[in-house]
C-alpha cells in the first residue's frame, strides 16, 4: 500500500469565493496537473486595469513537476490567463478542438503561437499524464465542444464537471453523457468538484433550443433588419440565429472584432454552418432590403467599446439604426453590467429600434445547472468528498446547503478558498496549509506593477482631482526663489473658481513664512506645511479633499 | 371662453430618461405650481461627486410666478433636491404628515428649518393654489403617507399617480382610494401622469403584508439573533420586523443613522408603534440573549458606509456578527448596487452568518405598480392624453405601448423629455417648445462647480494616473535651471521601476535639447514637446496613457 502514503493534493489558485480566472491544481508526488487558466474582468475599485489573472507563483515554483495544462472549455474565465502563465511555464496544453481554435487566436495576438503545443483531444478520450489519467466527458455549456473530467489519481477518482448544464435537446451533438457519470459513480468517486453558478435557481435551465424557437416567433413577424447581440463564444447560439435567417430568407452579417473571430474559427473547424450565399460582409450591406438581412453582433453586456454600444450611439462606421430595425438582446447582463445594458436599450429605442431583452422575452438561457440538475449529479457520481467550485461563498455554500439535503455530512463538504490545500488519500480528506494565490493586475503592457498604493492613489485622483503646488528654492539662502505656483486638474473648474484658487496661493505662502529659519532647509516639514495648511482651508471651503502634491525645487 | 385662450404647460424637469429627481412644473399664466423636488444618485462616470440635482434655472427665472411645491411622499427622489432649490425659490410646500417629518430632517442638516414654510395637508383634502386645486389621493406605495394628485385647471383635470402600487391590504389605514380614481375618470380627466417603473413586469405586485408572512415564518425557526436590513424610509416594512418582534419575544434594536432618523419621526408621528419596552438602545444589546433580540438595520443596498456593510466587514463599533446570528435582506438591489450587495452577503455568510436574501425568499416586494395595476389605472381614469412618468426611456416607451394596446391612439400619448414643454388646451395637447433642464452636480459644498472637463480629469487620471514634470528656466537666459523633475502618483510602483522613471527623465532632456533657442522662450512649444514625447516613450513601453502635467517655473 506505499503508493497510498503520497497524497493527492488539490489547490484552487482561482474560481473561489469570486466569478473568473478559474484555475485548479492536482499534485501527487512530484508530479502537478493544471485545469484551466482563466482570467477575471476587474472589479470597479480597481481603476484603469484591463483584467486580473491568478497568482500562479506556486506554479511556477514547481515548475518542473507541471505536466500539462487541461482545458475544460474556450471561455476567457477558463482560457484567458493562459498566454500570461504559458510565458513562466510553457508545458504541454490539452483541450478540444473549439477550445484550441480560439486559444490560438490569444496566442497569436501575443505572438507566442509558435511556442507552445497544444494538444488537441476528443470527447470521451482519456489521456496519460505520467501518475493521472484524464477523461475527457461529453457535456454540455453555453460554449460547444465543452467537457467535464474525471481525473484518475493513485487515491481514487476526481469528477470535476467543470461549467455544464444539463441540456438533452442540444444544438448539436449528443447530450452531456450522463450514462459515464452513472458508471464512474458505480465505480466509485472520490471527490466531486461540481459548478455553483446557478445554485440558487430553482428548477431547470432551459435547453438552448428554446431560444431557436423564440428566435423563429421574433422572425416571423419581423418586417424590418433584424439585428442580435449575444456572447461571441455562444457558437450554438449564432447557429440558431442564421438558422431563422436561413428558414426566413434572410442575409446574415457578422459585427464586431471577437464575433468575426470566433465565427471564423467555428466555421473553419465545422463548428458552425451556413448554406452557400447567406454569409455577407458588412461592407455589402446596403445592397440587400432590411427585410432580408440580420446582424449578428457583439455588445449583449453594452460594453462601453462593443459594436452594439458604438451602433446605439451612432458611432460604429457601417451600421446605422433606422426606425424598423428590430434590436434583439440575446443575453442576461452579468451582475455589475445592468446600467451599462440598459443605457443601450434606452439609446436604441431612442433611435426608433424596437428592442427585445430578457425583461420581454425567452431570448436568452443561462449556461449553467440550476438546483435540480445539480441535484441530479449529486445523486448519480455519489462522490465520497464534495468541493463546490465556480462561485462566490454565497454559491459555495447554497451549493454545500443543497449537498448536505442530499445526505452528505458536512464534514465531507469543502467550502475552500484560493490558495487552500485540499489534501486527500483514497479515504479521508482535509485541509492542509495553503500556498500563495491571488489576483495579478494587468494594465497594459504592465502585468503586477499596479498595486494596492498606485489603486488607491487613482481611488483619490477620481474623487476629488489633484493640486499641485511648485516653489523654487535659492540653494545657498532657503529663500523662495519662484512660486508659489498653483495648478489643479479634477478640482474645480479653474475660471469660474479664480478667487479660490488666488486665496490658496496665501495660504501656502502663509504657511510658508511661519517655516522658521531653521527649518528652512527640512524640505519635508515645508512640504507638510503647504500640505496641511492647503488641505485644511480646501476642506473648509468646498468640504472636498484633492490629493495635493507640494513640489520644491532648488536653483 | 376668454380662459381657455392661455394654455396649461407641464414641463418636467427630472424624472424622465432616468430613474430619479422628480421634479413637474405647472404653469398656467403667470401662474406655477411644483410636484416633488428629487434627487439623484450619481452615475459611474460622475467620479466623486455626491449626488445630483436638477436643472431649475428655469422656476428661478420665474420665481415670482411659483405659488407653492406639492410633494407626493418623502423618498429621495422626490423631496431630496428640496434643500437646495429653497435657496432659491422659497415657496410654501405642501405634503402629508410623514413626508413633511422627514423633510424637516434634510432642512434641519442644511440649517434652513425656520426659513421655509412647511404645510401638512391630509389624504383626501384639497387645497386653493391661485388657479389651481390640488387635491391629495390616498395611495399606497413603499413608504406611508404617500398620496396621488388630482390638479384641477382651468383646462381640465391632471392626475398624477406619483408612485404607487395598488396594495388592498396595506399595513396601516387603508387602501388606495381607486374609487376616487373612477370618479374623476367619470367627470373627464384631461391627462393622466403615470408612474412607469415596473411596466416591464407582468401581472401584480405583492402586498406588502406578504413580507411580513414571510418574516413570521422566519422568526418562528430562527433560533439566534436575527438581523434585518432594510431601506430606512420603508416605515410599514420596519413595523412588520417589530410585530415579528413582539410576536416572537424579542426586544427590537435600530442601527444606522437614517434608520434611527426614520423611526424615531415615524414614532413621533404616529406611524410607527411599539409597545412599551420592546425598543431598547444599540448600546444595550450585550444585555440580551440572542435568541431575544432583533436589530433592524440600513445597508440593505450595500452602500460602503452603511451600519450593515460595516458590519459585515467587522468594522462597527457596537455590532459584531457571530456564528448563530441570521441575516435578512429584505430589498432587492437596485441595478446598479447587485454587486455591492454580493459582497456583503458572502462577508457576512464568511463570517458565520445565515443569510436569507432575494434570491431565497420572499422577503421583499417592490413599491411600484405591474402591468395589470397600471391597466386598471388606465382603465378607471380614461384620460385624454397620457404622458408616462418615472423611468428610463425603455420604461417610457413600454408604457405607451401599454396605453395603446388598451385603446389610446398614439398620437395622444406623449413619451417626453425633460425640459419639453407640454402645452394642453381642453381638447388638444402637443410638445412646444423647451426650457433649460439637466443635471446639477452636488460636490461637497459644491453645487454645479464640477462640470464635464473636472470629470474627464477625474476620469483619465483614475485610469492610468498622473506624471507630473517641473523644470526651473532662467527668465533672462531662457536655460534650465533645475530639474527635468518627475512625480507620478497613480501610475505605477515607483520602488520597481526606477529604470522607467530615469529614462522618462532622459526623453524629457533630450525633447528640451531639441527646442531651437528662437522657441526657448515659448513655454507653450517647450510644454508640448515634454508632454509629446513622454506620452510616446511611455505608451511605447506600458501602453497607457496618464496624464502629462509640465509645468515651467521661472526664477
Known amino acids: 500500500m506505499a503508493k497510498n502514503k503520497k497524497k493527492l493534493k488539490v489547490i484552487p489558485l482561482g474560481g473561489l469565493q469570486e466569478i473568473g480566472k478559474n484555475i485548479t491544481v492536482f499534485e501527487y508526488g512530484d508530479e502537478i496537473i493544471v485545469v484551466d487558466c482563466g482570467l477575471a474582468f476587474p472589479e470597479d475599485e480597481m481603476l484603469g486595469i484591463d483584467l486580473v489573472i491568478p497568482d500562479t507563483t506556486y506554479l511556477a515554483k514547481n515548475k518542473d513537476k507541471v505536466k500539462a495544462i487541461v482545458l475544460t472549455h474556450g471561455h476567457e474565465d477558463h482560457i484567458g490567463a493562459l498566454p500570461y502563465v504559458l510565458k513562466d511555464i ?7 478542438k473549439l477550445t484550441l481554435g480560439l486559444l490560438q487566436y490569444k496566442l497569436e495576438e501575443h505572438g507566442m503561437l509558435s511556442s507552445v503545443s497544444l494538444n488537441t483531444v476528443k470527447q470521451g478520450q482519456t489521456i496519460d499524464l505520467g501518475v493521472f489519467k484524464v477523461e475527457f466527458i461529453r457535456s454540455t455549456h453555453s460554449i460547444a465542444d465543452t467537457v467535464a473530467l474525471a481525473i484518475y489519481t493513485p487515491v481514487g477518482i ?69 439585428l442580435i447581440a449575444t456572447f461571441a463564444s455562444n457558437v450554438h447560439r449564432v447557429q440558431q440565429a442564421i438558422n431563422s435567417a436561413v428558414k426566413f430568407n434572410r442575409k446574415v452579417a457578422i459585427c464586431g472584432r471577437s464575433m468575426v473571430n470566433v465565427v471564423k474559427a467555428a466555421m473553419d473547424l465545422g463548428y458552425m454552418h451556413a448554406p452557400e450565399g447567406v454569409m455577407v460582409d458588412i461592407d455589402t450591406i446596403h445592397k440587400y432590403n432590411p427585410e432580408n438581412l440580420v446582424l449578428i453582433t457583439t455588445g449583449s453586456q453594452g460594453e462601453p467599446m462593443s459594436a452594439l454600444t458604438r451602433i446605439a450611439a451612432s458611432e460604429h462606421k457601417k451600421v446605422e439604426i433606422a426606425p424598423g430595425d428590430l434590436v434583439i438582446i440575446s443575453a442576461n447582463p452579468i451582475p455589475g453590467n445592468e446600467k451599462l445594458v440598459s443605457r443601450v436599450i434606452n439609446e436604441l429605442f431612442r433611435k426608433g429600434a424596437e428592442v427585445i431583452y430578457e425583461a420581454l422575452a425567452d431570448i436568452h438561457v443561462s ?23 465556480h462561485g462566490e461563498h454565497r454559491h459555495l455554500k447554497q451549493h454545500a446547503n443543497l449537498a448536505h439535503k442530499l445526505g452528505m455530512p458536512n464534514e465531507r463538504i469543502f467550502v475552500m478558498e484560493i490558495g487552500k490545500v485540499l489534501e486527500l488519500t483514497s479515504d479521508t480528506a482535509k485541509i492542509s496549509g495553503s500556498v500563495p494565490a491571488g489576483k495579478v493586475l494587468v494594465d497594459g503592457l504592465g502585468v503586477g506593477d499596479v498595486g494596492n498604493i498606485v489603486l488607491r492613489d487613482r481611488k483619490h485622483l477620481s474623487q476629488d482631482g489633484l493640486i499641485v503646488v511648485v516653489i523654487t528654492i535659492e540653494g545657498d539662502t532657503g529663500n523662495v526663489a519662484a512660486g508659489p505656483d498653483i495648478i489643479s486638474r479634477g478640482f474645480v473648474y479653474v475660471r469660474e473658481s479664480e478667487d479660490l484658487m488666488e486665496n490658496m496661493r496665501e495660504v501656502v505662502k502663509k504657511a510658508l513664512d511661519k517655516c522658521e529659519d531653521k527649518r528652512k532647509n527640512d524640505w519635508g516639514a515645508r512640504k507638510n506645511a503647504i500640505k496641511d495648511s492647503l488641505r485644511d482651508f480646501i476642506y473648509e471651503k468646498t468640504k472636498r479633499k484633492p490629493m495635493i502634491l507640494p513640489i520644491i525645487m532648488e536653483v
Chains 1, 2 share one sequence.
Open 367 to 389: 449556461g449553467h445547472a440550476c438546483q435540480e440538475e445539480l441535484k441530479l449529479i449529486h445523486s448519480i457520481v455519489k462522490p465520497k468528498f464534495f468541493f463546490p467550485v
Open 158 to 226: 476526481v469528477v470535476h464537471t467543470a461549467d455544464f448544464k444539463i441540456d438533452y435537446t442540444p444544438i448539436e451533438g449528443e447530450p452531456m453523457d450522463l450514462a459515464r457519470f452513472a458508471e464512474l459513480g458505480k465505480k466509485g468517486v472520490l471527490l466531486l468538484m461540481c459548478d455553483s453558478t446557478n445554485v440558487e435557481r430553482e428548477g431547470y435551465t432551459m435547453s438552448e433550443k428554446t431560444v431557436g424557437e423564440a428566435f423563429e416567433d421574433i422572425f416571423m413577424n419581423a418586417g424590418g433588419r433584424i
Open 90 to 96: 510553457n508545458v504541454p496544453v490539452y483541450g478540444t
